[in-house]
């Protein structure tokens, strides 16, 4: 039997469009408060603020991202949406107020929930089944890529000059167009199904076959987020400041490393294979993250919590849309993406509050930690209910 080929030129691009969104939003999250503090005399709210209207954007417009992309050819709505995308990034180098920027980042936000949905769905579509789980691992490991390096970069191209930087997110948008749109996708994906006409339904929007999904990985995203916003923080209350890169960069290394192996494990064992162990793992991160005074211990977090994340991350994802048919892919995309948009931006706020009263070993030890077995008991929970539901389908048949 011939293996179907999961490293297509069309899901090379895909993968290669998307870590270009991504690596624009992190380059961004990291220049752009310097631009507006140093050059615009901008104070720290007002630099955190052109972050906070991307958010605006990103979750104003998600839910009805995935509506769109079912019912457009998808192949010429990524085209529009890539060049969108390039003039925005373009303009930040003529826009350089206040102003300009809060409205070009709430634009750059609207832009990038459309594109990532276009993106997400289009790789789940173009993938084979028979590697669905490893191929979503691998796409997603495009995300994380662009996590790393993302910050690194805008803060180089930041600290040569300002019009050094912006003309590079023009670059960045150029390319964006090349990659996504280099190979003509077949019309089978791109073409939206027809389906009978109905009044409006917020499943229209949400699809109710990822809610679930969404939902757990929305928990994993939430206690993600207080890594991701708060570890510098903690790291610079320990005396470890200087190493706050380097954990990043094994929490990182992990997730690349080990992407292949949970990809297959996925495909050819089942979620509960991936998804246990990984739970196990970030469960065990987040209480030795809580425990540390020492780099060795910094890093040993680090270890154990990249394992967990990038076990559950695309696991997750991978199980949200296959429960909805491929004509669904865009909503169920779009659905699951909203409930991440939606916990990371609440833990930033919220996990913020309680390590300013509790302190962030209390936060990452006892909340976050909570977080995690309440996700195990809910997958659990769901699995089981699969598991009826598909007892009573085979009864049904016989």
Known sequence: MRKERLWTPEFLGLCGGNFNMLLSQYMMVAA?????????????????????CFQAGTVICR????????NVNKRRFLFALTVLFTVIMAAFYFFQSLLGAYTLRFIHGI???????????????VLPPS????????????????????????????????????????????????LANRKRLPDAIVMPHPRPHRGFSIYDFI?????????????????YGGVLTLIPLYARELGLQNETSLFFMIFAAIIVLTRPLIGRIFDRLGSD??????????????????????????????????????????AFQTLAIQ??????????????????????GLAAILLSLVAEAYGYRFMYGIVNSAIIVLTAILYTIWRARRIKAAGRARKARI
Request: proline share 3%; aromatic share 12%.
């Open 207 to 223: 699809e109710k076959r990822a809610l679930a999904l969404a939902g757990l990985g929305g928990l994993v995203f939430f206690a």
């Open 273 to 314: 294979y991936t998804v246990y162990p990984g739970l196990i793992s970030f469960f065990i991160g987040m209480i030795l993250l809580s425990r540390i005074s020492t780099l060795t211990g910094l890093l040993g977090a680090a270890l154990l919590l990249g394992f967990g994340f990038g076990a559950l991350s695309p």
């Open 323 to 344: 429960r909805a048919p491929s004509s669904r892919a865009g909503v169920a995309t779009a659905t699951y993406f909203w409930s991440l948009d939606i916990n990371v």
């Open 32 to 52: 752009l408060p310097i631009f507006i503090i140093d050059t615009l005399h901008g104070s720290d709210f007002e630099a955190g603020m052109a972050m906070t």
């Open 111 to 125: 832009v990038f929930a459309v594109s990532t949905t276009t993106l997400g769905a289009l790789a789940a579509l």
């Open 63 to 70: 839910p009805f991202a995935g509506r769109i992309v079912d």
């Open 131 to 178: 590697c669905k789980g490893e191929g979503i691992g691998y796409y997603a490991l495009s995300t994380n890529l662009a996590m790393v390096v993302g910050p690194m970069i805008g803060l180089i191209l930041i600290g040569i000059g300002d019009s050094v930087f912006f003309a590079s997110m023009s670059v960045v948008g150029l390319l964006t167009i090349w």
